[in-house]
């Protein structure tokens, strides 16, 4: 089978291989991958920012989405023709996180999905919403999981309610879209108007440029008559994290998710009590929250935002496409 392997850190070292097909275990599914998806965390597990340990060579690309075509003698919840998608910690069912079930993370300790077939333990898998093609299934794992955490469970979200998005990845639009489907008003920050007006389509209520103006805080301020967003969504880690305390209510919550950028002063603790802010740090979710997530979707027919798709063999242009910051929600690789 085709798939692409890292065999050391960098772009160059992700090269394409001819690996036997696997075979599946009495309790595992085999799945034909017809699609996976990008995540930030793939370009820091590439760089060797992520896992400096991580295991070589390794399948990267913790998201993807396929066909079960063999199922192990023991498996009882999927048959051949089922459509699933991988759980990104595939040993965390339900219940709280522990460090037990945030092992086991797919392109992470196991290897990933960035091959044509995967077997997996039926533990680890998921069937998804019919109404989603492969591509759009494949983007579910983990930035959808990760948003509809944060809006569905750390935040609790009630209508009327505002919630803050930053920028325009994959976490932040399903974020919007989980957001409006909770009955709040979305407010957005993004480096570009067109993504911007993008956004509006999908229901930002308001947007901002925060290149134009970096205090961005204050216009969240001013846009809720002084009070702040009930929930910050937060993606842009160190470099934003501040401007977040000062944005939120007090009281309300921010959700601790990305590190997508690097302080420039030091970070004052006095706001976090002074506002009473709780912060919900989060990571990815569970196999439970997955299958919440999926109902929602169905129910709602929401669709996945899909930027742009790549082929296999494109998988490296596919990885500079991403770092480029060029994309507007998702990035999938196909695998035909
Ligand atoms: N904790 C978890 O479980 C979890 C799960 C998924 C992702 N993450 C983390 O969440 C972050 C986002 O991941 P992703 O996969 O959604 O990334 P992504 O799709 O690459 O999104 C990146 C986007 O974030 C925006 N951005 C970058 N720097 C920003 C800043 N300083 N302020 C505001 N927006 C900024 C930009 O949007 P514009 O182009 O619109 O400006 C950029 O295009 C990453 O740090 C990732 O590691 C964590």
């Known amino acids: 089978m085709k798939a692409f392997q890292m065999t050391r850190f960098g772009l160059e070292h992700l090269q394409p291989v001819e690996l036997p097909e696997p075979v599946p275990g009495a309790g595992d599914v085999l799945i034909r991958v017809h699609a996976a998806s990008l995540n930030y965390r793939d370009l820091m597990l590439l760089r060797g920012h992520y896992d400096p340990k991580l295991h070589m060579p390794r399948i990267p690309l913790s998201d993807g989405a396929g066909e079960v075509v063999a199922v192990g003698k023991a498996v009882t919840r999927f048959r051949a023709g089922d ?9 965390w069912q339900d219940g709280g996180p522990s460090s037990d079930k945030s092992r086991g993370a ?16 039926e533990r680890g898998v998921v069937h998804f919403p019919d109404h989603l093609s492969y591509q759009e299934a494949a983007t579910l794992p983990c930035a959808g999981l990760t948003a509809w955490r944060a809006i569905a469970r750390a935040s609790r979200i009630q209508p009327g309610d505002t919630v803050l998005v930053q920028g325009t990845g994959g976490v932040s639009i399903f974020a919007l879209q989980f957001a409006k489907l909770a009955g709040a008003r979305v407010l957005g920050t993004s480096s570009s108007d067109r993504k911007l007006e993008r956004a509006k389509l999908l229901g930002l209520d308001a947007g901002l440029n925060y290149r134009e103006r970096p205090d ?4 969240v301020k001013e846009q809720t008559g002084g009070i702040g967003a009930d929930v910050v969504v937060e993606v842009g880690g160190a470099g934003t994290f501040s401007q977040s305390l000062q944005a939120v209510r007090v009281g309300g919550t921010v959700v601790q998710i990305g590190v997508l950028s690097q302080a420039e002063e030091k970070l004052s603790v006095v706001p976090l009590l002074m506002r009473q802010v709780q912060i919900a740090g989060i990571m990815v979710g569970s196999r439970e929250m997955f299958e919440a997530m999926n109902r929602a979707i169905s129910l709602h027919g929401l669709r996945p935002v899909i930027d742009r798709e790549f082929p296999l063999q494109e998988t490296r242009a596919a990885y500079q496409y991403m770092e480029g910051g060029q994309h507007f929600g998702k990035v999938v690789i196909s695998l035909g």
């Open 216 to 219: 961005w805080s204050a216009w």
């Open 106 to 121: 797919l392109a992470g300790d196991l290897d990933g999905m960035l091959a044509q077939y995967v077997a997996l333990p």
């Open 83 to 91: 459509r699933v998608a991988g759980l990104f910690f595939q040993n």
